[in-house]
Every structure is written in structure tokens, then in C-alpha cells.
């Protein structure tokens, strides 16, 4: 049984009628749509990495349930050196229904590339966020934008002061050193600070270790005696700062000199 090529152009025009409607009506949905991000939290996690928090809100008001809802997050240092990426998937938003969600990035700054420079300066983060749905489960739509995220060097201007020397014995002297530096982190450093004396002649003379714990965006100051010994003693030299975070590491000490 042949079927007339005119019904055949009739039901195509009426299935175009219906595509175009559904669009229309999908898209037009969408207005009813709502997404709230809340505010961000900042924080750390068991494993001591950095942990951004963002929460959703996903308010579906429209006549269509919305599928594949997925944001994700790239962060990216100044040299386009991938930091990290988290993707946060919801499969669907049914109509008249609402979706609460937490979308999660963790930073390890052991991954930061030429992290030494990120943990005493101050620089920028390139962030690269991508939000995509599926109107009506069907059709896809998606957005994308980048922008810049401060960072904030936990041992800014790291400093340690000139050496004030005093008398303690018939063979060592007392060598205080102030030590100085401004935590612009987002997130508290506690940990441990050693430094290892070296005279001009790169002989260890000395090493001491102290404690330290500086809240987030304060300055820290303190002081560590060294008892140094008095023929190993020169004028100049260099000191090897070794820092243990339980955030973070140092393969290779911090080199100060001092004269």
C-alpha cells in the first residue's frame, strides 16, 4: 500500500509544526528557570588541601525537566599550567522541582608549579568555569567564562631580620634572628619553621626550630636564638630555612644570606 506523497508533506509540515513549537516552548521555559550561587566557602580538607565550597540552587519553574546539568571549574596558574579541574553532575531537574548541590575544588599547593613563588608572592589564578543543561533533556545549551582569582602567598615578604649576637659562654655566643613575614592566605598556617646556620666558609654553625601558628590575612613576628660557637663564627654566611606545613612542602630550603 503506496501512502500519498501529500500526506506524507502533511505530516512532515506537522511534525516541523511540533519540533518548532517544543523548541519555542523549551527555550521560553528556560525564563523560569532559576540558578543561585551562594556564597563561597573557603576551608581545608582532611588531607589538608585547599577546599573552595560553592552551593547551587537549582529552581526549575518551567514546563520541561532539565537534564545533564554540569558545572566545572579549571584553575590554571599564570603560565596556563593546569591546577586542578572538578566537575559537579546533576541528571535531572524535574519540573516544578527544586536541586540543592555543593560544587567542590580542592587545590594541593604541592601542585602548583614553581609553588615556591606562589607560597611568598602574591599573583593572580586564571579560573575557567563552563555551565551546561539540556532544555527538555533534549536540547543542549551551555556557557562558559573565565576570570581571575587573587591568590594570596601564606609567607609574604618572608624576612629574617639582621643577627643581634650577646655573650653566653667562654666558647658559644647567642645569635638571635627576628623572623617576619604576613600570612595573605585564605586559610590559618600552623607548622614549624627550622634554620640551619652556615658560616662564610658553608660550614653549619648552628640550627634551631621554633613553632609557629598565624590566623589568615595577619602578620607573624618572632625569633629564634641560635647558639653559635665562637671560632666558627664569621662575619658573613647564609642561612637554610626549611618549612614544614602540614598543607604544604618545600623540596628545596629557602637560601638567605647574612653579613
Known amino acids: 500500500m503506496r501512502i500519498p506523497i501529500r500526506m506524507i508533506s502533511i505530516a512532515t509540515t506537522f511534525f516541523w509544526i ?3 513549537v517544543f523548541l519555542v516552548s523549551a527555550v521560553y521555559s528556560f525564563k523560569d528557570v ?5 556564597e563561597p566557602q573557603i576551608g581545608l580538607t582532611s588531607d589538608n588541601k585547599i577546599l573552595f565550597s560553592l552551593p547551587i540552587t537549582i529552581d526549575n ?3 520541561y525537566n532539565i537534564g545533564s546539568f554540569n558545572v566545572t571549574t579549571e584553575i590554571l596558574d599564570r603560565k596556563g599550567f593546569m591546577i586542578t579541574r572538578a566537575s559537579t553532575f546533576i541528571p535531572v531537574i524535574e ?3 527544586q536541586v540543592m548541590a555543593t560544587h567542590n575544588v580542592t587545590i594541593d599547593i604541592n601542585d602548583l608549579q614553581n609553588s615556591q613563588n606562589c607560597l611568598f608572592n602574591d599573583t593572580e589564578l586564571e579560573v575557567r568555569e563552563t555551565v551546561s543543561i539540556k532544555l527538555a533533556e533534549v536540547i543542549p545549551v551551555q556557557a562558559s567564562t573565565n576570570l581571575s582569582m587573587p591568590w594570596g602567598a601564606p609567607l609574604y615578604n618572608f624576612t629574617l631580620g639582621e643577627i643581634e649576637y650577646a655573650g653566653f659562654n667562654g666558647t658559644h655566643m647567642t645569635a638571635t634572628v627576628l623572623i617576619s ?8 598556617l600552623t607548622g614549624n619553621i627550622q634554620i640551619q646556620m652556615y658560616n ?3 660550614i653549619q654553625v648552628s640550627e634551631g626550630q621554633t613553632t609557629i601558628e598565624t590566623p589568615q590575612n595577619t602578620p607573624y613576628y618572632g625569633r629564634m636564638e641560635l647558639n653559635v660557637p665562637i671560632v666558627g663564627a664569621t662575619e658573613s654566611g647564609y642561612f637554610e630555612v626549611y618549612f614544614s606545613f602540614p598543607s ?3 623540596e628545596e630550603p629557602l637560601v638567605i644570606p647574612y653579613d
Open 34 to 38: 532559576q540558578f543561585d550561587f551562594g
Open 18 to 20: 511540533f519540533l518548532i
Open 95 to 97: 519540573k516544578g522541582g
Open 200 to 202: 662564610g666558609t658553608d
Open 181 to 188: 613575614f604576613e600570612n595573605h592566605a585564605s586559610f590559618d
Open 248 to 250: 604544604f612542602t618545600l
Open 61 to 63: 519553574k518551567g514546563y
